[in-house]
């Protein structure tokens, strides 16, 4: 029998998601199921595929404000499948929660997308402004080939996404407790510092990039980069990896090479912390070699037309009032808010993502649903 009952109809996509084993950047055929129930919809569908990347671009409607939903249907490895109670790709209910690789990032609310659209189009089938989906299959990979490359397709054919939704999982303990607003920037840098290769009993003969280096690192960790602002905390530099030397004792290393990453606020650029970074390891007199690469400049969505959406069909829905928030890692949602776009990530709880045993409570499932659909009414209605 067909699936008639909005609630079914999401928990049964979802299932039907989890089951496609796609491991970053493997689609699985998850595109092609959304794609199907979509262009059944009315929505027109782009394809855009990009290296080894599946993505797609879906608009319904013909004018006004575009409102677009954004998300990623790969996911990471399950990693240990001996440690899960079930099999990550085959969605089982235990209790009242629905285990699965992708369930809670972000298989569920891709589900509660297409069937708040399906039932709002249905509704309102002339409805105001245009909807949008952005979906790709490089999220929870190197991010090259996915929502970027889109986004420099759409730019060059003049398309502009006024407000965008990101379905990552956003709440923490209660679905609909807190909504992204923003995100931190991110930069990361590769420091090699250089010295002399030497016998550990003649160092007047080397020179121990180790011992130059720690004053350095200390005044990089020690450093005041702001204060942040009423919507960040102040910006942080965290060194992740130290390597240097052969595993011996009597060796000094010739050079020594350090990760670090800094989260960065709206109260500074990527320029002006490279060259205060710079600046600090020139005046301990390092000789050095440094490369920078950038995963997302900060963003924000102040207070406006879509986060009023967002946060009155919470409330309708959920029954809380969320907290808004910048914090957590980065998102797509850094390759869309540079075009113009009001963004906000609203989601399932975080809680299980990545490990395993992943999982949503299955209330939570139609729940989200609604929500996104309260933001179609508020907004296109």
């Given at each position: 029998m067909?699936?008639?009952?909005?609630?079914?109809?999401t928990?049964?996509?979802?299932?039907?998601?989890?089951?496609?084993?796609?491991v970053?950047p493997?689609d699985?055929?998850?595109?092609?199921?959304m794609?199907?129930?979509?262009?059944?919809?009315?929505?027109s569908?782009?394809?855009m595929?990009?290296?080894?990347v599946?993505?797609f671009w879906?608009?319904?409607g013909?004018?006004g404000?575009?409102?677009a939903?954004?998300?990623?249907?790969?996911v990471?490895?399950p990693?240990?499948?001996a440690?899960?109670?079930?099999?990550?790709?085959?969605a089982?209910?235990?209790?009242d929660e629905?285990?699965g690789?992708?369930?809670?990032?972000?298989k569920?609310?891709?589900?509660a997308?297409v069937?708040?659209?399906?039932q709002?189009?249905?509704?309102?089938?002339?409805h105001?402004?245009?909807?949008?989906?952005l979906?790709?299959s490089?999220?929870?990979g190197?991010?090259?080939n996915g929502?970027?490359?889109v986004?420099?397709?759409?730019?060059?054919?003049?398309?502009?996404?006024?407000?965008c939704?990101v379905?990552?999982?956003s709440s923490?303990?209660?679905l609909?407790d807190l909504?992204?607003?923003g995100?931190?920037?991110?930069?990361?840098?590769?420091?090699?510092?250089n010295?002399?290769?030497?016998?550990i009993?003649?160092p007047?003969?080397a020179?121990?990039?180790?011992h130059?280096?720690?004053?350095?690192?200390?005044?990089?960790?020690?450093?005041a980069w702001?204060n942040?602002?009423?919507?960040?905390?102040?910006?942080s530099?965290?060194?992740?990896?130290?390597?240097a030397g052969?595993g011996?004792?009597?060796?000094?290393?010739g050079r020594?090479?350090v990760?670090?990453n800094l989260?960065?606020s709206t109260e500074?650029t990527?320029?002006?912390?490279?060259?205060?970074c710079?600046d600090?390891l020139?005046?301990?007199g390092l000789s050095?070699?440094?490369?920078w690469?950038?995963?997302g400049?900060?963003?924000?969505t102040?207070p406006g037309?879509?986060?009023?959406?967002?946060?009155q069909?919470?409330?309708?829905v959920?029954?809380?009032?969320?907290e808004v928030?910048?914090?957590?890692?980065?998102?797509?949602?850094?390759?869309?808010?540079?075009?113009?776009?009001?963004?906000?990530?609203?989601?399932?709880?975080?809680?299980?993502i990545?490990?395993c045993?992943?999982?949503?409570?299955?209330?939570?499932?139609?729940?989200?649903t609604?929500?996104?659909?309260g933001?179609?009414?508020?907004?296109?209605?």
């Amino acid at each position: 029998m067909p699936i008639t009952d909005p609630d079914d109809a999401t928990l049964a996509l979802t299932r039907e998601l989890i089951a496609r084993q796609s491991v970053t950047p493997d689609d699985a055929g998850c595109q092609d199921a959304m794609v199907s129930r979509l262009k059944q919809a009315g929505f027109s569908v782009d394809a855009m595929r990009f290296g080894e990347v599946d993505n797609f671009w879906a608009t319904h409607g013909t004018s006004g404000p575009l409102l677009a939903f954004a998300g990623h249907t790969d996911v990471v490895p399950p990693g240990d499948e001996a440690s899960w109670d079930s099999d990550p790709f085959q969605a089982t209910v235990i209790g009242d929660e629905l285990f699965g690789r992708g369930a809670a990032d972000m298989k569920a609310s891709l589900a509660a997308m297409v069937v708040a659209c399906e039932q709002f189009i249905e509704q309102h089938p002339d409805h105001a402004g245009r909807i949008g989906f952005l979906i790709t299959s490089d999220e929870e990979g190197p991010a090259k080939n996915g929502t970027v490359k889109v986004m420099e397709s759409l730019s060059s054919r003049g398309e502009q996404i006024d407000w965008c939704v990101v379905g990552e999982p956003s709440s923490t303990t209660i679905l609909g407790d807190l909504v992204k607003n923003g995100r931190r920037g991110s930069l990361n840098a590769r420091l090699i510092v250089n010295g002399t290769q030497g016998h550990i009993a003649y160092p007047h003969l080397a020179d121990n990039p180790i011992h130059h280096a720690m004053p350095a690192l200390d005044a990089l960790a020690k450093e005041a980069w702001d204060n942040g602002n009423d919507f960040f905390d102040p910006t942080s530099l965290q060194i992740s990896t130290i390597r240097a030397g052969q595993g011996v004792t009597n060796v000094i290393p010739g050079r020594l090479e350090v990760l670090f990453n800094l989260r960065f606020s709206t109260e500074l650029t990527a320029e002006a912390i490279k060259s205060r970074c710079e600046d600090i390891l020139k005046a301990h007199g390092l000789s050095y070699d440094i490369e920078w690469s950038l995963s997302g400049e900060p963003f924000l969505t102040e207070p406006g037309a879509l986060l009023d959406a967002v946060m009155q069909s919470i409330e309708a829905v959920a029954g809380c009032r969320p907290e808004v928030s910048t914090g957590g890692g980065t998102s797509d949602g850094r390759f869309i808010a540079p075009s113009g776009a009001q963004v906000v990530e609203v989601g399932h709880v975080n809680a299980t993502i990545h490990q395993c045993n992943e999982r949503v409570k299955l209330a939570d499932i139609p729940k989200l649903t609604e929500i996104y659909k309260g933001i179609l009414e508020r907004l296109l209605a």
